[in-house]
T-cell receptor
Framework: NAGVTQTPKFQVLKTGQSMTLQCAQD?????MSWYRQDPGMGLRLIHY???????DQGEVPNGYNVSRSTTEDFPLRLLSAAPSQTSVYFC??????????????FGPGTRLTVL | GQNIDQPTEMTATEGAIVQINCTYQ??????LFWYQQHAGEAPTFLSY????GLEEKGRFSSFLSRSKGYSYLLLKELQMKDSASYLC???????????FGAGTRLTVKP
């Protein structure tokens, strides 16, 4: 199993450009999520999904879109990149255990710089 | 709002015991998590508490008091490889939203 994979590892964008960060998992996990991590602020949840066709907003959803057409993939789209979106982005997945999603498995991260 | 507080940095000696505290004030409570994150790497899951008490897993233990909004992570027999950031996270409701603290950077010295 590859676990949770993310591409690209590094990306530099100019303000106003759009792009999609890719995330895939091969563990058949229902739950997938996207976080951003900034120095001194910890991980902040952007969007999450509990299954194909179902997405919901987290703490900081503005400027980002997601979709979940398959169990495996959960791409994150930046509509019009801004310098404030410079961050490290982590995708994570989890399985249901006794009715809840607990342990999250994180991908290696994408380091994004917006100039 | 949701507040999750942890010390920013801690230092301990190899072989010793260290306790990392986490206090939270959230609109609800449906579980508390601890993750370990080495510099430049992804977080990895350590523990989960939803009921009051102590959960032990090898050298690592996690404690929860829901009435006090308080948890701690206890690391025993510290090793150099335990130098990392430790992240406390709370799930406020049953809708799978998650809130993380800023993390505690632990340095283990010889």
């Amino acid at each position: 199993n590859a676990g949770v994979t993310q591409t690209p590892k590094f990306q530099v964008l100019k303000t106003g450009q759009s792009m999609t960060l890719q995330c895939a998992q091969d563990m058949n996990h229902e739950y997938m999520s996207w976080y951003r991590q900034d120095p001194g602020m910890g991980l902040r949840l952007i969007h999450y999904s509990v299954g194909a066709g179902i997405t919901d907003q987290g703490e900081v959803p503005n400027g980002y879109n997601v979709s979940r057409s398959t169990t495996e993939d959960f791409p994150l789209r930046l509509l019009s990149a801004a310098p404030s979106q410079t961050s490290v982005y982590f995708c994570a997945s989890s399985y249901r255990y006794e009715g809840t999603y607990n342990e999250q498995f994180f991908g290696p991260g994408t380091r994004l710089t917006v100039l | 709002g949701q507040n999750i507080d942890q010390p920013t940095e801690m230092t301990a000696t190899e072989g010793a015991i260290v306790q990392i505290n986490c206090t939270y004030q959230t609109s609800g409570f449906n579980g508390l998590f601890w993750y370990q994150q080495h510099a430049g790497e992804a977080p990895t899951f350590l523990s989960y508490n939803v009921l009051d008490g102590l959960e032990e897993k090898g050298r690592f233990s996690s404690f929860l008091s829901r009435s006090k909004g308080y948890s701690y992570l206890l690391l025993k027999e510290l090793q150099m490889k335990d130098s990392a950031s430790y992240l406390c996270a709370v799930r406020p409701h049953n809708n799978n939203d998650m809130r993380f603290g800023a993390g505690t950077r632990l340095t283990v010295k010889p």
